[in-house]
């Protein structure tokens, strides 16, 4: 079997062409980034991942997008997460979503998704996040609530393009953690800002002196330290490749099989302290 590859995406739920601009992938091997790359759509994005998927299965990817909804929700509407992306993948979660399809659905959604807020405020505080993003809450990680379709930093939309693309990477035969039993090749859920820590990714100077951390050749890390998108995606696939063996044992989550659970290391990676590849300064 070949060896294990690790795919960390950094997806976004911009339209037309910022999608090229904004959406990166990162691939690690053997503890090294390999790749990494920007300039595809969504969709051209799925169809490089399936494309890689039937040439070589021994693949886990990560997505910086939720993977669900609130358990509230699907539990007041019967629904499974599996049920959610396959309505979401024929915009028909919502009957104004089945009138006017998801992206215009997205400018005037019903409660709980909101845009304004004067609807946010309709919303008690338990029912803005999953138990997943309140696990993860320390100083400098702050999710926001898969609800919110509008402002700075919000995932909604990335997220509701996202799971239309779990349904069609369920489809051609990806499991989906913790949602599916573990087997290749597989998807998780992961959130940058906790893999990254404190960094000022906003700073090229800063984002430059974190790579000068990682096992990434000066070629790769130039590119990395291009954009915050790029500096995402390829410190995802790095910690997701120090974290290798934990990701190729995942335990069954039963009690987040519904509202899924963000991947994180068990252990603190120290990036400070990584194998410089050959030939870096």
């Not at 044992?249 to 990584?274: C, D, H, K, N, S």
Request: aromatic residues 8%.
């Amino acid at each position: 079997m070949s060896e294990l590859r690790l795919i960390a995406v950094d997806w976004s739920g911009r339209s037309g062409a910022e999608q090229r601009q904004r959406i990166w992938l990162a691939e690690a091997v053997g503890g090294e980034l390999v790749r990494l790359e920007g300039g595809r759509t969504r969709a051209e994005l799925i169809e490089l991942l399936l494309a890689e998927a039937r040439r070589d299965p021994n693949l886990i990817v990560g997505f910086d997008f939720a993977f669900s909804l609130p358990a509230w929700y699907l539990e007041d509407r019967q629904l499974t997460a599996h049920q959610l992306w396959a309505l979401l993948a024929d915009e028909a979660l919502t009957p104004a979503m089945r009138r006017h399809g998801l992206a215009r659905w997205m400018n005037g959604p019903e409660l709980p998704f909101w845009t304004t807020s004067q609807a946010r405020a309709r919303l008690r505080p338990g029912q803005m996040f999953r138990r997943t993003e309140n696990d993860l809450r320390l100083p400098g990680v702050q999710p926001k609530s898969v609800f919110q379709l509008v402002g700075a930093g919000q995932v909604g939309r990335g997220s509701w393009y996202g799971m239309q693309a779990l349904h069609r990477l369920v489809g051609a035969g990806f499991r989906i953690w913790p949602f599916d039993p573990p087997a290749l090749p597989l998807v998780v859920e992961i959130f940058p800002r906790v893999l990254t820590g404190p960094v000022r990714k906003n700073s090229h100077s800063e984002r430059e002196r974190y790579l000068a951390t990682m096992p990434i050749s000066p070629e790769l890390r130039r590119l990395a330290a291009a954009s915050e998108d790029a500096f995402d995606a390829a410190v995802s696939a790095v910690v997701m490749a120090t974290g290798v063996e934990e990701l190729r044992a995942l335990p069954a989550e039963p009690g987040y099989a519904l509202e899924g659970r963000i991947w994180r290391p068990r252990r603190p990676v120290t990036l400070g302290t990584a194998r410089q590849p050959q030939g870096s300064p």
